[in-house]
């Protein structure tokens, strides 16, 4: 009789570590046999920029929450932040990353027009970007080579086209932003 329960415990909690693992959750039974999760949702998510892979966070319009949290490790640490607050690779919309310079988005400094930016999204879809435009703003979006021309809402807005935009600190007060489009075969 015993081994019947033992055997239906581990049946069960197979059949809930395979559900959750595919809801991107990953639970194991600890010794009293309850459920314990490890989350790490947010891991399935990347950037690949030349040679480098990203882990980024969906976190979306919360300035301090995307802010704070790339602060905890400047070295790791992209989020979401304006746009679209998940990244979809096919909605049709702008999503926008933050990441520090020093730190994750150093590498942002190398990146020229027409680079290829790889993005896994929520769905594990993976989209190859273009880099079309570079530009660099102050904290307001106003270009530097063009203080009249105000970009941030195309910077950080939802957008009617399918783009990610890579935004990054240059100094106190300009930012390398980075525009990114479907690649065109």
């Given at each position: 009789m015993w081994e019947?329960?033992?055997?239906?415990?581990?049946?069960?909690?197979?059949?809930?570590?395979?559900?959750?693992?595919t809801f991107g959750l990953i639970y194991h039974l600890d010794e009293t046999n309850s459920a314990m999760a490890i989350v790490d949702d947010?891991?399935?998510?990347?950037?690949?920029?030349?040679?480098?892979?990203?882990?980024y966070k969906n976190i979306g319009r919360s300035e301090n929450e995307a802010q704070n949290?790339?602060?905890?490790?400047?070295?790791?640490?992209?989020?979401?932040?304006?746009?679209?607050?998940?990244?979809?690779?096919?909605?049709?919309?702008?999503?926008?990353?933050?990441?520090?310079?020093?730190g994750v988005f150093h590498i942002l400094k190398k990146v020229e027009i027409g680079d290829e930016i790889l993005v896994k999204d929520e769905f594990q879809t993976v989209e190859v970007y273009q880099v079309k435009q570079i530009v660099i703003v102050d904290d307001s979006g106003h270009l530097v080579d063009?203080?009249?021309?105000?970009?941030?809402?195309?910077?950080?807005?939802?957008?009617?086209?399918?783009?990610?935009?890579?935004?990054?600190?240059?100094?106190?007060?300009?930012?390398?932003?980075i525009m990114a489009y479907p690649f065109s075969k």
């Open positions: 019947v329960m033992a055997m239906k415990k581990w049946l069960l909690g197979s059949f809930f570590t395979v559900l959750l693992t947010y891991a399935q998510y990347s950037l690949t920029i030349g040679e480098e892979t990203l882990i949290y790339i602060n905890v490790a400047a070295e790791t640490h992209v989020a979401t932040w304006g746009g679209k607050k998940i990244q979809d690779n096919f909605d049709g919309h702008n999503t926008h990353f933050i990441g520090h310079n020093p063009d203080p009249s021309r105000n970009i941030m809402q195309e910077i950080i807005g939802i957008g009617t086209t399918e783009q990610i935009t890579l935004q990054t600190c240059l100094s106190e007060t300009t930012n390398l932003v």
